[in-house]
């Protein structure tokens, strides 16, 4: 029996307050508290590993014990050297390049640093097109777009930014950024070198859009960028047409007497690569091309900007005035957000589509040309620059693994049956997509993301193959010497055998169809991976400059498939399995609930050169095996870790893997859930269904690349939008499939999608039409919102089959458009439900006597906390009102746990929402 004594340590309002006698339930003691975390993004993500974000002002006191995530967002891979390949295409010329200013992820701020649970990410792939890969716009790269392109060679730029305008305080953060210490050492230049070498990325993108700044800004900044390149010279640094040498911003769209100070300056390089503002003209690419040359650099260090943020591939492209007689750049191209590409996407599998047109053209090999609305005429990034490759040493191995996939296989066996993606694990991908010569039918080829051998994709061709003429595809392009221990690897898959399949392997540079020595291959046709060894003594001491595949039928066969899984060259030795880790270590441990848990682990760096990444599954208690997931990093984030029926015990499976995909020795992590299974309620998993998804719409107007079908996609990732630019009105109208009923309304505006609260749609209201969409009612109005959220109840459901959402005011900041990133429907109300405080941020402390603590953490604003006796008691002991100024810590002292050790159960209450689920926390016996 337990006398609770209270005493208020803080402001507060006691709704029910009372010494009460009740019984508890004795417990040994289950330790569960958790270190002090930054507050949750997520409750069901609470350790998510998130890439750095550093701000402009806190680079002068940044140190690497700062980030918490340091072992996730940390490259693994070193950059790649990388050759050019032979150029197949008129047009091409071998000294232009393209730097892609991308946006990676959805929300810089809290950008995932592995990878996440869903298929749908910005996954570029395009790496043999490409020469710079800028992230746009944080500081710091996410480690796994630096692996992905370090891996195929391509360097990878982080952006300083200071903010376009003539805002409060902009010069004057320029200003401290460029600040000297008494050495006249710039403090921020050393610690931009340091923070690229711990996070292992190539440089950064200068991008000063700040006004007032003057001639002695310039100056500064111009030696504060020459200190930088003096003190590392293959740090790259990038500069954004933007201030002129006299110091204001007054962008000149080229390189002229007026700005080439950040370009060179008294016979010195300033900044490696010159990023033109976008409305360039054949004038000023003239003259840009003759500045550059007056100071004896190369024209093809100047780029010539093209903003296709808004239409993608639909974007004006006025290619004529950059080219010289021969058809040929005069100058490289930078892209501002060619992940444009996604964003017009419907799903993830359109994203290859459209990211085909992009990089290969409209004229591309593709299922999807035939298909698009509209006549477009896009040449393609592809067609003005060589393509290049890191494939140079051995052993080459490729599962045509993009990195993202609905599933995931192992040894073409399905071991996750559930969406994921992480670019660090990214395979080499075909240098040429898709070059396929026959005179008879071509085949189509793509990624086929329902079937793999490793990984979440393969490659599939398909289509029809006329008698006795062959198919030839082009793959990669190589430079791998060969000896008498090499060998050819390929696997595959094929539901018929009538087709032969031959490896070519070109012993010329130019990679020619006369040029390949095919090597026949005994085809199986039962529709289960094959996989075909072949040794390559007959050509040992040449090198294989390019690698293609030849299909070819003796008959007409209609509708012929076939899966490529992996393919591998390599040389045959006797190699010791990789040994395992000497040990695995819990790093964090939170339960979401007493059904689930969060961890960080991580194990010893292997110092083994044929490592290539780690697999992670978890064994059940019938000793089958649960896949995790696979790293290239010696730590991993497990989001979710559910408690097996009639046991506590966990058990997880490390197992490394080489190069050559030989798994190596296993090492194990045992552990046990240290919480009762009543020790919470359960959340729970209703999922409500959004009228509104996918459902068809029109607009008063959209972007062509940010169409009204991405407001009812049902993500706001990767900047999915319905987004019209410079409009202040507008509306967007769904038409469901039949009248249904409606009672609750959500609008999330461009703060859910990681951009600034100005952006916020301002004053809208949701309508609805009974005679099918030609009049409209009001039903729910909102003035003045600055939510990133609008989630409201109708006062009384309505029927209908036409809504409208209708904008008044489409926010408040100076770059004025209609940013909606979701519109939802719902049958139902919602019962608003407060988020519940995990339990690691709960504490009871049985002390001696009648001076026991209950500590609660993280709370945010207004709330009203509720003790209770047990887990399934109906009615509160204790209720107390939080003091909203000061609300982040709770605490109730002098109470009485008795000396027994038990567990305390909370809830928390907003204001005008429900309570949160039960939780509860642990104390000890008194001592």
């Known amino acids: 029996m337990l006398n609770y004594r209270v005493v208020l340590n803080k402001a507060g309002k006691i709704i029910v307050f009372s010494f009460l006698i009740f019984f508890l339930f004795s417990l040994s003691f289950y330790p569960e508290r958790a270190a002090a975390l930054k507050k949750p993004v997520n409750l069901n993500r609470i350790l998510q590993p998130y890439g750095p974000f550093i701000e402009v002002e806190d680079v002068v006191d940044w140190e690497p014990s700062q980030d918490p995530d340091a072992k996730y967002n940390q490259a693994n891979i070193s950059l790649k050297k990388r050759f050019a390949g032979p150029n197949f295409k008129q047009g091409v010329n071998p000294e232009?390049?393209?730097?892609?200013?991308?946006?990676?992820?959805?929300?810089?701020?809290?950008?995932?640093?592995?990878?996440?649970?869903?298929?749908?990410?910005?996954?570029?792939?395009?790496?043999?097109?490409?020469?710079?890969?800028?992230?746009?716009?944080?500081?710091?790269?996410?480690?796994?777009?630096i692996n992905a392109a370090h891996k195929n060679?391509?360097?990878?730029?982080?952006?300083?930014?200071?903010?376009?305008?003539?805002?409060?305080?902009?010069?004057?953060?320029?200003?401290?950024?460029?600040?000297?210490?008494?050495?006249?050492?710039?403090?921020?230049?050393?610690?931009?070198?340091?923070?690229?070498?711990?996070?292992?990325?190539?440089?950064?993108?200068?991008?000063?859009?700040?006004?007032?700044?003057?001639?002695?800004?310039?100056?500064?900044?111009?030696?504060?960028?020459?200190?930088?390149?003096?003190?590392?010279p293959e740090l790259i640094i990038s500069w954004y047409d933007s201030m002129i040498n006299q110091g204001p911003v007054v962008y000149q769209d080229a390189l002229n007497d007026k700005n080439d100070h950040f370009f060179q300056k008294n016979g010195a390089k300033i900044a490696d690569q010159?990023?033109?503002?976008?409305?360039?003209?054949?004038?000023?690419?003239?003259?840009?091309?003759?500045?550059?040359?007056?100071?004896?650099?190369?024209?093809?260090?100047?780029?010539?900007?093209?903003?296709?943020?808004?239409?993608?591939?639909?974007?004006?492209?006025?290619?004529?005035?950059?080219?010289?007689?021969?058809?040929?750049?005069?100058?490289?191209?930078?892209?501002?957000a060619p992940n444009s590409t996604l964003s017009m996407a419907q799903d993830p599998l359109d994203f290859y589509k459209k990211?085909?047109?992009?990089?290969?053209?409209?004229?591309?090999?593709?299922?999807?040309?035939?298909?698009?609305?509209?006549?477009?005429?896009?040449?393609?990034?592809?067609?003005?620059?060589?393509?290049?490759?890191?494939?140079?040493?051995?052993?080459?191995?490729?599962?045509?693994?993009?990195?993202?996939?609905?599933?995931?296989?192992?040894?073409?066996?399905?071991?996750?049956?559930?969406?994921?993606?992480?670019?660090?694990?990214?395979?080499?991908?075909?240098?040429?997509?898709?070059?396929?010569?026959?005179?008879?039918?071509?085949?189509?080829?793509?990624?086929?993301?329902?079937?793999?051998?490793?990984?979440?994709?393969?490659?599939?061709?398909?289509?029809?193959?006329?008698?006795?003429?062959?198919n030839i595809i082009a793959l990669y392009k190589t430079k791998l010497d060969i000896n008498?221990?090499?060998?050819?690897?390929?696997?595959?898959?094929?539901?018929?055998?009538?087709?032969?399949?031959?490896l070519g392997l070109s012993l010329k540079p130019q990679a020619q169809p006369k040029d390949y020595k095919f090597f026949d291959l005994k085809v199986k046709g039962d529709n289960q991976w094959q996989q075909v060894q072949l040794p390559l003594k007959s050509i040992a001491g040449q090198r294989i400059y390019a690698v293609a595949l030849k299909v070819k039928a003796k008959t007409k066969?209609?509708?012929?498939?076939?899966?490529?899984?992996?393919?591998?060259?390599?040389?045959?030795?006797?190699?010791?399995?990789?040994?395992?880790?000497?040990?695995?270590?819990?790093?964090?441990?939170?339960?979401?609930?007493?059904?689930?848990?969060?961890a960080r682990i991580s194990w010893p760096k292997l110092d083994n050169p044929n490592l290539a990444f780690y697999e992670l599954y978890r064994v059940k208690t019938n000793q089958k095996e649960e896949f995790i997931g696979a790293t290239y990093n010696h730590a991993y984030y497990i989001s979710k870790l559910e408690r097996e029926k009639n046991t506590d015990k966990v058990?997880?499976?490390?197992?490394?893997?080489?190069?050559?995909?030989?798994?190596?020795?296993?090492?194990?992590?045992?552990?046990a859930f240290k919480i009762p299974p009543s020790a919470t309620e359960i959340p729970e998993s209703k999922t409500r269904i959004n009228l509104a998804l996918a459902k068809k719409v029109r607009a008063s107007a959209e972007n062509k690349a940010e169409p009204a079908a991405k407001a009812v996609d049902g993500t706001v990732a990767n900047n999915s939008k319905w987004c019209v630019t410079n409009a202040e009105k507008g509306w967007l109208e769904i038409k469901l499939d039949q009248p249904q009923q409606v009672q609750r309304w959500r609008v999330e505006h461009a703060e859910a999608g990681g951009e600034t609260k100005l952006m916020n749609t301002r004053d809208f209201k949701l309508q609805f039409s009974a005679d099918k969409g030609k009049t409209y009612q009001d039903l729910d109005q909102v003035k003045n919102n600055e939510a990133m959220i609008t989630d409201r109840n109708l006062k009384e459901a309505v029927i209908a089959q036409y809504f409208r959402l209708w904008i008044d005011n489409s926010g408040e900041s100076p770059w004025g458009a209609i940013r909606i990133y979701e519109f939802q429907l719902y049958k139902e109300p919602r019962v608003a439900?407060?988020?519940?405080?995990?339990?690691?941020?709960?504490?009871?402390?049985?002390?001696?006597?009648?001076?026991?603590?209950?500590?609660?953490?993280?709370?945010v604003g207004a709330q009203t906390v509720h003790l209770y006796q047990s887990l399934d008691a109906q009615k509160p002991f204790l209720s107390q009102a939080i003091d909203p100024n000061d609300s982040s810590r709770f605490k109730l002292d002098n109470l009485n746990f008795g000396s027994q050790a038990g567990r305390i159960y909370y809830t928390v209450q907003a204001e005008t929402k429900a309570e949160s689920i039960k939780m509860s926390t642990a104390y000890e016996a008194e001592k």
């Open 96 to 145: 232009a390049k393209i730097m892609s200013i991308a946006l990676t992820n959805a929300d810089t701020k809290n950008a995932p640093a592995r990878g996440t649970d869903s298929f749908s990410t910005y996954n570029f792939s395009y790496w043999q097109y490409l020469d710079t890969y800028v992230y746009w716009a944080g500081l710091v790269p996410t480690a796994d777009i």
């Open 484 to 502: 008498q221990a090499s060998y050819l690897a390929l696997t595959y898959k094929s539901p018929i055998a009538a087709a032969d399949l031959e």
């Open 651 to 671: 058990k997880i499976k490390l197992v490394p893997v080489s190069q050559n995909y030989k798994r190596g020795e296993a090492a194990y992590l045992n552990f």
């Open 557 to 598: 066969i209609e509708n012929y498939k076939l899966n490529l899984g992996q393919i591998k060259i390599y040389d045959q030795a006797k190699i010791q399995p990789i040994k395992a880790p000497a040990e695995i270590n819990i790093d964090r441990l939170i339960y979401q609930n007493a059904q689930s848990l969060e």
């Open 833 to 859: 439900r407060t988020n519940y405080i995990p339990l690691s941020y709960a504490q009871a402390l049985n002390n001696k006597g009648a001076q026991d603590e209950f500590i609660l953490e993280n709370i």
């Open 355 to 470: 990211e085909s047109i992009f990089w290969l053209g409209s004229a591309a090999n593709l299922d999807s040309v035939e298909q698009l609305e509209e006549q477009i005429d896009w040449p393609g990034m592809a067609s003005f620059v060589s393509t290049k490759s890191a494939i140079r040493s051995k052993p080459f191995v490729s599962n045509f693994n993009t990195g993202q996939g609905k599933k995931y296989f192992i040894a073409g066996k399905l071991a996750k049956d559930s969406a994921w993606n992480n670019r660090s694990l990214q395979e080499y991908l075909p240098t040429w997509r898709w070059q396929i010569d026959s005179v008879g039918p071509k085949l189509k080829a793509g990624f086929d993301f329902e079937d793999a051998y490793n990984g979440g994709s393969s490659l599939k061709l398909s289509g029809d193959l006329a008698a006795k003429k062959a």
């Open 274 to 336: 010159f990023f033109l503002n976008y409305n360039w003209n054949q004038a000023k690419i003239e003259k840009s091309v003759q500045t550059a040359k007056k100071h004896q650099r190369s024209p093809y260090a100047v780029y010539a900007g093209l903003d296709v943020q808004q239409n993608s591939y639909l974007t004006e492209f006025r290619v004529e005035e950059l080219l010289d007689t021969n058809s040929k750049l005069k100058v490289s191209l930078g892209l501002f």
């Open 153 to 232: 060679g391509v360097p990878v730029l982080g952006t300083i930014g200071f903010p376009w305008g003539q805002g409060k305080g902009y010069v004057k953060r320029l200003r401290d950024f460029l600040q000297q210490d008494q050495a006249g050492e710039f403090i921020a230049a050393n610690k931009l070198i340091e923070i690229a070498d711990f996070y292992g990325f190539d440089g950064y993108f200068f991008n000063q859009e700040s006004y007032g700044t003057t001639a002695a800004d310039s100056e500064k900044l111009i030696e504060f960028i020459s200190y930088l390149k003096a003190k590392k």
